[in-house]
Antibody
């Protein structure tokens, strides 16, 4: 079964850090761009970052540049998001999502999400 | 950034009837390869978003043929030919032609 499973969310104080993980199974992980997408409570999805198949290219939304870092370990079929200097506005459900060249990099597989809450 | 707008934002529907959602972008979504990098997602209550339509008009795997997408450039439409109860949720369009990737505000579809 094709699957993405996120973990690492939790409650953190403003200014703190968290590292999210996403483990992929059921497909050839190193053949796909991977993204992080977040959804604040009651809001629509917001793309956060993505990373090329070999990790050689990374892109970020402006609001997280310099604070968040996306990485991957293809040997472990894993995607990561290191989040530093967290702010209240980073509170959201964070999804990892698979991009596919065949679908114009549409997100054809999504995880169930992990919740990040930033509050004092 | 490319701004995505959708209309209507709320759409009450009767099962068996047709429904249509409009999505507009502030810039053309046509890539150099000629494809429109516009995708549609449905987020059912309590679930992660799921891909419905990619590259403006292609149904994703497993998506019923009552869903169809059309449009080009800056104007796109998602149509549901005969709405079923399981189609309720929030529909989002998303552009993937330029970073940052951006989503529309969503259209909430509910049964009357």
């Amino acid at each position: 079964e094709v699957q993405l499973v996120e973990s690492g969310g939790g409650l953190v104080q403003p200014g703190g850090s968290l590292r999210l993980s996403c483990v992929a199974s059921g497909f050839t992980f190193n053949s796909h761009w991977m993204s992080w997408v977040r959804q604040a409570p009651g809001k629509g999805p917001e793309w956060v970052a993505n990373i090329k198949k070999d990790g050689g290219e990374k892109n970020y939304v402006d609001s997280v540049k310099g604070r968040f870092s996306v990485s991957r370990d293809n040997a472990k079929n894993s995607l990561y998001l290191q989040m530093n200097s967290l702010r209240a506005e980073d509170t959201a459900v964070y999804y990892c999502a698979r991009g596919s060249m065949a679908t114009g990099n549409a997100f054809d597989i999504w995880g169930q999400g992990t919740t990040v809450s930033v509050s004092s | 950034d490319i701004v995505m707008t959708q209309s209507p934002l709320s759409l009450p529907v009767t099962p068996g009837e047709a429904a249509s959602i409009s999505c507009r972008s502030s810039e053309s979504l046509v890539s150099s390869n000629g494809y429109n990098y516009l995708h549609w997602y449905l987020q059912k209550p309590g679930q992660s978003p799921q891909l419905l339509i990619y590259l403006a008009s292609n149904r994703a795997s497993g998506v019923p043929d009552r869903f169809s997408g059309s449009g080009s450039g800056t104007d796109f439409t998602l149509q549901i030919s005969r709405v079923e109860a399981e189609d309720v949720g929030i529909y989002y369009c998303m552009q993937a032609v330029q970073y940052p990737l951006t989503f529309g505000p969503g259209t909430k579809v509910a049964i009357k």
